[in-house]
């Protein structure tokens, strides 16, 4: 069963930055793809960003220019750096893994972005 944790989720200040950790119980470059997603109170969960198993990425363009998607294959570890962080970017930021094509969900990490 392939499992995803998150963690580096908390409380920043407008313009402030976070780190986001996503460790995998599976090789990470085994899985098709890995992505970011958050989900704000009252909305639908939204794609934030993504990388393929060759490494291209893509992002929400809410985030482009501010965050970054990355992965550490010897740590089985997905990365979010988000920078320039502003109040709406507050939601809870899910990391999912797609292996042998099913999604694989991890449970959330709250991100809140407040002064």
């Known amino acids: 069963q392939v499992q995803l944790v998150e963690s580096g989720g908390g409380l920043v200040q407008p313009g402030g930055s976070l780190k986001l950790s996503c460790a995998a119980s599976?090789?990470?470059?085994?899985?098709?793809?890995m992505a970011w997603y958050r989900q704000a109170p009252g909305k639908q969960r939204e794609l934030v960003a993504h990388i393929t198993s060759g490494g291209t990425t893509t992002y929400a363009d809410s985030v482009k220019g501010r965050f970054g998607i990355s992965r550490d294959n010897a740590k089985n570890t997905l990365y979010l750096q988000m920078n320039s962080l502003k109040p709406e970017d507050t939601a809870v930021y899910y990391c999912q893994g797609i292996w042998n094509w099913r999604p694989y969900w991890g449970q959330g990490t709250q991100v809140t972005v407040s002064s």
């Open positions: 599976e090789s990470i470059f085994r899985f098709n793809a």
